[in-house]
Nanobody, 123 residues
C-alpha cells in the first residue's frame, strides 16, 4: 500500500515563505510525475506545479517566479518552496504522484493523493 504524507503548512504573513514536503512510502517501484495542487474554499482544485522524474518542471502562471518545486528521488520526496506569499495563496495544498507498484505478476501505475496541508497567508 502506498501513502503520501505532507508536512510544512501553516500560518505565515504576507511576503513570507513556507516549504512543503511530501514523502511517498510503501511498495514503490518507481515514481513518475509528482505534483502539487491547491484548493481554496469554494473553488476547484488547481495544479500549482509539477516535476517529472527527469526534473522537468512546470508552474501555474500565478506562482511563476515565487514557487519552486523539487524532488529527491532517493527519498521519494517532493518539495514546494513558496516565497513572496500572498493572501491569494491561502488554500489546502495537496501532493499528487503517479506511482508504479508491483502486485503479483503485474505492474500498475496509479495516481495517489496526500491528505492535504493548510497554508494560510495573512495580509
Amino acid at each position: 500500500q502506498v501513502q503520501l504524507v505532507e508536512s510544512g503548512g501553516g500560518l505565515v504573513q504576507f511576503g513570507g515563505s513556507l516549504r512543503l514536503s511530501c514523502s511517498a512510502s510503501g511498495s514503490i517501484l518507481s515514481i513518475n510525475t509528482m505534483n502539487w495542487y491547491r484548493q481554496a474554499p469554494g473553488k476547484q482544485r488547481d495544479l500549482v506545479a509539477k516535476i517529472t522524474s527527469w526534473g522537468t518542471t512546470n508552474y501555474a502562471d500565478s506562482v511563476k517566479g515565487r514557487f519552486t518545486i523539487s524532488r529527491d528521488n532517493a527519498k521519494n520526496t517532493v518539495y514546494l518552496q513558496m516565497n513572496s506569499l500572498e493572501p491569494e495563496d491561502t488554500a489546502v495544498y495537496y501532493c499528487n504522484a503517479h506511482i508504479q507498484t508491483y502486485e503479483g505478476s503485474n505492474i500498475y501505475t496509479r495516481a495517489y493523493w496526500g491528505q492535504g496541508t493548510q497554508v494560510t497567508v495573512s495580509s
